[in-house]
C-alpha cells in the first residue's frame, strides 16, 4: 500500500464527495441540474482533448467546443424535463454539426464523430442521472455509493493482495481486487436492500451487479483511451484521482444501464 498516494486521494475524495451529497441530497432540484452540468462541462472538456491527442493530425476547429457543451445541455434538459417539447429539436444536432464539420474550411469529420461520441458517452448519462434524482432522490444516491465501493474496495483489495493483472488494458488492475470489490459490493448491497423501504432487495442486488460490470468496463474503456493518446490522467482537476473522467468513468457506464433496468423493472 503506497499511503502517501492512499491519503492524497483520500483528500480529494472526501471533497468529491461534498459536492456530489450536495448535488443529490439537496432538495431543490436545481442542485441534481447543476451537478449534472458540472461534470458534463468537465468530462467533455476532457474527451475532446484525449481524442484531439488521438488524432493529432485532425483539425478539432473551437466553435465545435462551444456547439459541444450547448448540445449537452439540451440533451440532458430534454431526458430530464420529457415535457418541455424539446425532443425533436434533438434531430437538428447532429445533422448540424455534421454539416458544419464537412463544410468547414479544413473538413473535421473526426472532430464532429468525437463530438456526438461525447453526447453519446456524457451528456446520455448525465440526463438519466437527473432523471433518475426525479424519481426518486435514493436511486442515484445508491448507484453512486455503490460505485465509489466498488472503486475503492477493488483499490484497496488489490493494494494488499493483487498480483493477478486483470486486462493488459489497465496493468494495476488486478482479478483479486475486481472480484474483491464486486463482492464487498454486493454484500453492501444486500444490506443497504434489507433495511431500506425503498424498493426491493433483489433489485438492489441486481443494480449492485450492474455497478460492478458496467462500472467496470466503464474504467477500461477510459484506460484505453487514455493509452491510445499517451497520457497518465485525463486532467489535473483532482489530486491523486487525475481528471474528471477519471473519476466518473464507472458512473457514465453504469447510468444507461441502471436506468433502463430501474424505467422497466423498478418504477
Known amino acids: ?11 480529494s475524495a472526501i471533497v468529491f464527495a461534498a459536492i456530489m451529497m450536495a448535488g443529490l441530497l439537496l432538495p431543490n432540484p436545481w442542485a441534481i441540474f447543476a451537478l449534472a452540468l458540472l461534470i458534463l462541462f468537465l468530462c467533455q472538456r476532457e474527451f475532446m482533448a484525449i481524442i484531439a491527442r488521438i488524432f493529432p493530425e485532425e483539425n ?10 450547448l448540445g449537452g445541455l439540451l440533451i440532458i434538459l430534454t431526458i430530464a424535463v420529457p415535457e418541455n417539447n424539446l425532443f425533436y429539436l434533438c434531430f437538428l444536432l447532429p445533422v448540424s454539426l455534421m454539416l458544419g464539420a464537412i463544410l468547414n474550411k479544413k473538413t473535421s469529420l473526426i472532430a464532429g464523430f468525437t463530438v456526438l461520441a461525447a453526447w453519446l458517452y456524457i451528456a446520455l448519462p448525465m440526463g438519466f442521472l437527473v432523471s433518475l434524482r426525479g424519481i ?9 455509493l455503490m460505485i465509489w465501493m466498488n472503486d475503492t474496495m477493488a483499490y484497496i483489495v488489490g493494494s494488499f493482495i493483487g498480483k493477478t493483472p486483470f ?3 489497465s496493468p494495476k488492475k488486478t482479478w483479486e481486487g475486481t472480484i474483491g ?18 424498493y426491493d432487495l433483489i433489485d438492489w442486488l441486481l443494480l449492485a451487479a450492474i455497478v460492478c460490470s458496467a462500472g467496470t468496463c466503464g474504467d477500461l474503456l477510459e484506460s484505453k483511451l487514455k493509452r491510445l493518446a499517451n497520457v497518465k490522467d485525463s486532467g489535473k482537476i483532482m489530486p491523486g484521482h487525475g481528471g474528471a473522467l477519471d473519476r466518473f468513468d464507472s458512473l457514465l457506464t453504469t447510468l444507461p444501464f441502471a436506468f433502463f433496468y430501474i424505467l422497466w423493472f423498478m418504477v
Do not use: D
Open 1 to 11: 500500500m503506497n499511503w502517501p498516494v492512499f491519503f492524497t486521494r483520500l483528500g
Open 60 to 69: 478539432f476547429p473551437k466553435w465545435l467546443s462551444v456547439l459541444l457543451q
Open 136 to 144: 426518486h432522490f435514493v436511486l442515484p444516491l445508491a448507484l453512486i
Open 167 to 169: 486486462s493488459s488494458i
Open 181 to 198: 470489490g464486486m463482492v464487498l459490493t454486493l454484500a453492501g448491497a444486500a444490506i443497504w436492500g434489507y433495511y431500506s423501504p425503498h
